[in-house]
């Protein structure tokens, strides 16, 4: 039976293959390959950073897409700078269409959100929507459990949860 976590495990494994390959044919002697396929450098650098990101993003569910996109960007940074090394042609303009490729993903990433945000709350000010948001997580991580603590000598200390149980459930000898 097919569940959300085999998903998971297949968009990594489809993004470990995925960027081995990026990074063989960004950085092997296989420069001009892309048009065997019929595509420009530039469509083939914009797909093959949007495939990755939506993979990434398939792969983390619980990773922030913010910092998954940040990270896409340091790579095609990294693969341009390391072709400067390789002997290939890096460009400012690759980088850039790098970058739109995330974007294009990243982008269509928060549609289901606003969507969302239309069905639920339409009439509201966009602003007012981060608001009510801000609200909601600050009274979230405002619940704080009181600590624990117990008498050791006449004095009051924290302990750990091994020793409160331990207190609690004492060994019969």
């Known amino acids: ?14 993004l ?5 390959s990026a990074v063989t044919l960004m950085l092997g002697p296989f420069q001009g390959l892309e048009q065997a396929f019929g595509l420009s450098d530039k469509a083939a650098h914009a797909l093959a950073f949007g495939g990755l ?8 569910p619980k990773m922030r897409r913010n910092d998954l996109a940040i990270a896409a ?14 002997h290939r042609s890096a460009s400012f303009t690759d980088f850039a269409t790098d970058v739109a490729g995330i ?4 982008l269509a990433s928060h549609i289901e959100a606003v969507r969302r945000d239309a069905r639920e ?6 602003s007012d ?4 948001r801000q ?23 924290r302990s750990s949860f091994a020793s409160r149980a331990a207190s609690r459930f004492p060994r019969e000898a």
């Open 103 to 106: 974007a294009v993903v990243y």
């Open 129 to 132: 929507i981060s608001a009510q």
């Open 121 to 126: 709350r339409g009439a509201m000010r966009f």
């Open 53 to 60: 990101t939506a993979m990434a993003f398939l792969a983390f």
């Open 73 to 86: 960007i340091l790579l095609g940074a990294s693969a341009e700078i390391a072709q400067l090394f390789a």
């Open 16 to 20: 470990f293959v995925g960027a081995a």
């Open 1 to 14: 039976m097919l569940t959300p976590n085999h998903v998971v495990i297949a968009a990594k494994a489809v």
């Open 135 to 157: 609200r909601r997580r600050r009274r979230k991580s405002s619940v704080v459990m009181p600590a624990a603590s117990v008498a050791v000598e006449g004095e009051t200390a």
